[in-house]
Every structure is written in C-alpha cells, then in structure tokens.
C-alpha cells in the first residue's frame, strides 16, 4: 500500500511525497490522518492525502500513524485542495488553518484530559470470587474505567499477572447545559420567509431583514427542522464577544447538541470540542470564521449572519473569504446556505437581485417597533455656536433620557484620548518610530502609542524636534469622550473599546452590566455596533459619522451605511421608541442621507451605479498581489519586476493597477499592484508562474483575492 502524505517543511515549495506503508499499520490508513515519516535522516510528521496504487520511484516505510482517527475527514480534505488553487496559498497552510491547534505539529502546551481504562489481555484460569467480579466487567466493555473498580488489591494483581493492562483514554470536558428554552412562535412574516427559504430551489438565501426583524428566531427554527431531518447545521456570527446574547439563546435552545467555537476556550476545550464534532455528538456550531471547517458531517444548513462584515474575511495565508468556502461546502452536502443581514453586501445583494441567489426580505420589526428616527446634525453649524463634541440637540436628549432613567449608546471610532499630538512651532507631528503613523495620546497611562504596531513611549514634555514646550493634542477619541460626559452629565459611564476589554471576559462584563441597568451610558468604538440588543437603550448617538469616508477605499461609503445603518438600529429595539443622532462634517453625503431613513435599496441604487462607471465589484473581481520588505530599493525592484511581467502576459480583458507603495508598519513597507478582471483561467496561470519561479530572499509574496483593504 502506497499513500501520498504532505509534509510541513518550510524550505520547499513542493511538500508531498509518495511513502509505502508496512504491511501491520496497513489496517489503521485512513486519508486525513497524520503520520511520522523518514525525510533524508529526520523524520517528521504529515498528513495522508491520498492512497495510491503505484510508485516509479523507490519508496521509504512510514514511520508510525499518529491518530485513531483521521483529524480531517474526505470533505476537509478535498476542500484544502480546492482552497490552496482557488487562494494560490500553500496547502499545508490550508490544513492547518482547519484544525484546532491541539492538532497543529509540534504542540505540546495542550492539556488533554485522559482517564485511567482498564483493558483485559487474556483470560485468568480458575479466579477468585472477587477476581471474577472484576473480570466480568469485562464481559460487556472492551474499557473498564479505573473507578468503576473498587477492589484495588486485587486489580493490581491482575495487573501484575498480565491479565489487565493499564490504558489512557481522552475525555471530553463536558459542560452541562440546560436547554429548557422552548422557541417563540413565528410572526407571519418570519413564517413565510422561513417557508420561503426551505421550498426555494436554490440553495443559497439571502435574507434581507431590517435590524429587529427577528431573524434570530428564524434561524432557529430552520436548524430545527434540519437536525429533525436528521442533519446538522453551522451557524457564523462576525464575532463571538460581541455575540453573547444571541450564542445564549442558542445555547438556550439546542443545549448539549450545540459546540460553540468562542475565543475564550483554551485549547484543551477547542480540542475536545472538535472531537465532540467529528465523532458526531454534535449538531449545530456556532462560531466565528474559522468554525466554517468544522468537521461537521450531513450538513443540512448553514448560516452565515451579518454577512456583510468584514471579520469573514481572513487576514493571513491562507487570505480565505468564509462565504466561498461556505458556498463550497454548502456544494457538497447539497444543503441550504443562508446570508442574513440588514445591510447585504452589495456583491450579494446583486447577485439576489439577478436571481443567483433566493432574495427574501423583512422590511418590518417584529411587533412592527417604529424603526428608529435619526437626526443627521451638521457639525460645522454646531462648531460656531462653541459646540465641537456633543451638538446642542445630543446634549439635550441626554438629560431627558437620563431624567426618564433610559440609557445611551455614544459611538466613536476611535479609542484612547486624543489622535494625534502636534507642535505648535514648528508642526512635527509625533509618530511611531516603526510605522508612518501619528501616535495616539492615552491619558489614562500618560502614554502615546501606535494603534498598528502596538510600540509605546510616555508622553514627552517638549517637541522631540525644536525642544518647544507647546504640544496641543488634536482629535478626540473614546478616553476624552469619557472624561467630557464626567464632567458634564451626572451619569454612570462605561466604556467599552480595546483597551478597557483586554482582559478575558470584560466584553460580557460590560454587556452584562450595562443590561442590567448598572450603567446610563455605554460608550465605544465599532465593538458597540454590532448585534447587541438593549431593550432599554433609547437614544444612539455617533460622533464622527463621517470618518470612514475619508478612507480612501471603494468600499468606504458602503462601511459608513453599514455602520450607521446598524448602530442607529440599536435604538428602540424593544417597545420604547428610539432616537439615533449622526453628527458629521459631511451631513449631504449620500451614504449618510440614505442611512437616516434606513433606505437601503436607494443607497444600493446609487452605489451600484457608482461601482459600475468605476468598474469595481461587483462588476469585475480584485486581487491584490503584494511584496512585503523591510528594504524599499529591493522591494521596489521585485514588484516592478513583477508589473513587467503582468504586463506582458496578461491581456487586455485584465486591469492592472499600481504598483503603490503603502506607509511603513512596524519597519515593513507594502508594495501592491492590483487586477481588476472578470476571467480567471489566463488570470491563475500568470500568478502561478510568477509565484513558481520568484525566488525573493528577506521578503514575501501575498495573493489576496478581493481583499477588504486596498
Ligand atoms: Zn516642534
Ligand atoms: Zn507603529
């Protein structure tokens, strides 16, 4: 028996090599197991990928096989093959990406939780009475577990005597969840779009519901009914932390049948729950992106919420988008793929509408809640009247809502105290000694710190530059907002941005507390956008709704109406009506307009026009192809290089952009050229020439395809 096992050796671009396998491991191959192999005169671990009939090559004996059972099943492993051509990304890291990194190579830290079995080798001729009692636990259990055994004297015996032997056996840390929940009734509308969605021919839905529309509820019911017909379903929310609220009702619901995949577990716990999975204990999970590879068999749906947001999209190699890999998987389980979101991203809202997806839509709140007001407040006018935090309107509902014992989102994106720190002589902006970025100023340390690459340096007394004394601090950011509601409003504050939920458990902390009417104002950056549900919170109000927009990105105006559109639905959620106030420099900006009445069809309208004349996506794909070098001359000559090359090979059906070269972060400069092109066959063949024959030395090549920055 040949098999075919990838290796992780970093030095070679090819990494998988053909090994025969002795004939006594013959019964335990499985493909997606991982194995130890001889390479040259290390051996070193692998996974099988394939089993093979013959070899031209004269071929090595693996070593050992490393798990009972395979880590990644048939599907996982045909889908890392498609991920590493679809994302040019190597296919070790493809796998790795799937697996809980209990079962990454070399780790050591995991604790897993192992119990004392007992397994009976032969039979004991004439036993005692008490040796019988023990023996006939064997009679049903290949395992005894060591404290199902009373008689230790005697055990030992049969230890000694060779008539038991000692095993270790992992268990699962379980959790004993209640699930007393019962599910609410649908309203009509959820129930026609719930029978919409499971009699549609198509397999992909994109659900279109205004915030506080309930489509929580619906997705319960429609896991429901699959794991009635006898499938399993995956569930990804943006992220788990900010998602509190709605995993507990799940978890409410589904109790023990549910793995929640939350950054908090340690990797034990991860560990254990990817066991649950894989031996079939469970059948819904919910989760962040990555819990898209859990190892989940008979998916019968799977549903990707607020799928708009950006936190799909993965980073780093492989630079994986989580709906494509749900659109694959959804493939082969033939099983129902749900997008949900208020604001559909305009990619999948053009494909709904050209009917490649089923479109369904809930335009009104359960119980036909008022969807909020919003004030859009223009704060050049408020700016002459003194007014350059809070305008004079915010400044008057907050003491009607405070008077009315109501409470108060404020959102501001950004955190610490003030953006950046200028000097008044001779204008030297103080920034990050690795990084072409203005330092933030935290008061609460007394520190300035860089938001990119984390350096931090106490906050000088003088310009580092002509010794002036006179430093001003410019911009505000959550830490002054804080200090300025202190100082004006009798009101129990809480702020929640990255700073004040570094610690474990302090994003449930403060979302907690703040239900629980500890607090009168929550205050935050982007965190408090999303998903939470505060049924007492009447009054939203963002500071700086403008400042996505001067992001220079063709998504910027989508992001500002996502954003609002969102925050100002955390308002009135319950039966309270709701206020939300926008404050911005920019108060005719169309994304800002349309947001205010919650219009996302007319703000899609503009926008897709805009997109097309500009020939952005959704009318073409983009992929980025970047050098990333710590020296700029090098750098520069490898991604001219590379232009050159794109341009003579490729024809004219593609665009190339560039190549740019991006502000420096932590010493790294970022050279990017950028396709746009609708056709992918001449496209991959290019990319992957150029990324078989570049040799680069201190530098790195990436591939993303339809990154969320440009
Ligand atoms: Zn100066
Ligand atoms: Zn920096």
């Known amino acids: 028996m040949l ?3 990838l290796v992780e050796i970093e030095a070679l671009k090819e990494k998988t090599f053909t090994y025969s396998v002795p004939s006594y491991l013959e019964p335990n191959v499985k493909v997606g197991k991982r194995v130890c192999v001889p390479f040259g005169k290390k051996r070193i671990n692998g996974i099988i990928i394939d089993i093979i009939d013959k070899s031209e090559y004269e071929v090595k004996d693996i070593i050992d096989i490393l798990d009972d059972k395979e880590v990644l099943t048939e599907e996982l492993i045909k889908l890392g093959k498609k991920m590493s051509k679809m994302y040019i990304s190597p296919l070790m890291s493809c796998y790795l990406s799937m697996l809980p990194s209990a079962l990454k190579f070399n780790n050591n830290n995991t604790k897993i939780k192992y119990s004392i079995y007992y397994e009976k080798i032969k039979d004991l001729d004439n036993p005692s009475k008490g040796e019988l009692n023990i023996l006939n636990l064997f009679n049903n259990n290949k395992y005894v577990k060591s404290s199902d055994i009373k008689n230790k004297t005697i055990l030992k015996r049969l230890i000694d005597n060779n008539i038991l032997k000692k095993v270790l056996k992992e268990e699962y840390r379980l959790r004993k969840i209640d699930s007393n929940n019962k599910l609410k009734k649908l309203t009509k509308h959820q129930e026609d779009a719930y029978n919409n969605i499971i009699n549609t021919d198509k397999n992909i839905t994109l ?6 529309s309930g489509k929580t509820e619906i997705y319960m019911h429609l896991i429901k009914k699959y794991i009635e017909d006898g499938k399993n379903a995956i569930v990804l929310v943006p992220e788990i932390s900010l998602t509190t609220q709605l995993i507990d009702r799940f978890v409410g619901i589904f109790g023990d049948s549910i793995a929640v995949l939350h950054s908090s577990l340690s990797d034990g716990e991860r560990y254990d729950e990817y066991r649950r999975i894989r031996d079939g204990k469970v059948k819904v999970v919910i989760g962040t992106r990555s819990a898209i590879f859990s190892p989940l068999k008979d998916i019968g749906i799977i549903i990707i919420d607020e799928e708009h947001v950006d936190t799909y999209k993965q980073e780093n190699n492989p630079r994986y988008n989580t709906l494509d890999i749900a659109i694959e998987r959804s493939n082969y389980w033939n099983s129902k793929l749900v ?9 999948s809202y053009a494909k709904a509408i050209v009917g490649r997806y089923n479109l369904v839509e809930l335009l009104e709140r359960v119980n036909n809640n008022k969807l909020p007001e919003v004030h859009i407040i223009d704060m050049k006018e408020e700016l002459k009247k003194g007014n350059s935090i809070l305008s004079s309107y915010a400044i008057d509902l907050i003491n009607d809502r405070l008077n009315k014992k109501e409470q108060i989102m404020i959102l501001i994106n950004r955190r610490g105290y003030s953006n950046y720190v200028i000097c008044r002589e001779c204008g030297n902006v103080i920034k990050c000694p690795n990084c072409d970025i ?3 100023y935290h008061k609460s340390s007394s520190t300035l710190r860089c938001h990119y690459c984390g350096y931090g340096t106490n906050k000088p007394d003088i310009c580092p530059k002509c010794n002036s004394k006179y430093l001003m601090l410019k911009g505000i950011g959550t830490e002054k907002i804080e200090e300025y509601l202190n100082d004006n409003f009798n009101a129990r504050i809480i702020r929640m941005d990255r700073d004040s939920t570094s610690n474990k458990g302090m994003h449930e902390k403060i979302i907690n507390d703040f239900n629980d009417y500890k607090y009168d104002i929550l205050l935050g950056t982007q965190m408090i956008s999303k998903g939470l549900d505060f049924p007492n919170v009447t009054l939203v109000i963002v500071l700086n709704g403008d400042s996505n927009l001067n992001i220079p990105d063709y998504r910027s105006s989508e992001k500002t109406f996502n954003l609002l559109t969102q925050v100002s639905g955390r308002a009135g959620r319950n039966i309270k009506e709701g206020i939300a106030i926008i404050q911005t420099y920019n108060p005719s900006h169309y994304s800002i307009l349309y947001s205010k ?8 309208n503009k926008e897709i026009k805009i997109r097309k004349e500009l020939y952005y996506p959704p009318f073409c794909h983009i992929v980025s192809i970047r050098i990333l ?10 991604i001219q290089k590379i232009s050159n090359y794109l341009k003579n090979n490729l024809d004219t059906n593609y665009i190339v952009l560039g190549p740019s070269i991006s502000i420096k972060i932590n010493n790294i400069y970022k050279f990017q050229l950028i396709i746009k092109y609708k056709e992918k066959e001449l496209l991959y063949k290019v ?3 150029i990324n078989n024959n570049i040799k680069l030395r201190n530098m790195r090549l990436e591939f993303d395809f339809n990154p969320i920055k440009l």
């Open 687 to 689: 990319l992957n020439d």
């Open 597 to 604: 009445n919650h219009d996302y069809i007319s703000f899609y």
């Open 438 to 440: 203005s330092l933030t």
């Open 3 to 5: 098999v075919s096992v």
């Open 339 to 347: 997008l949900g979101s208020a604001t559909p991203s305009l990619e």
């Open 629 to 638: 070098s710590n020296d700029y001359e090098k750098g520069n000559i490898e």
């Open 207 to 212: 659900l279109r519901g205004v915030t506080g």
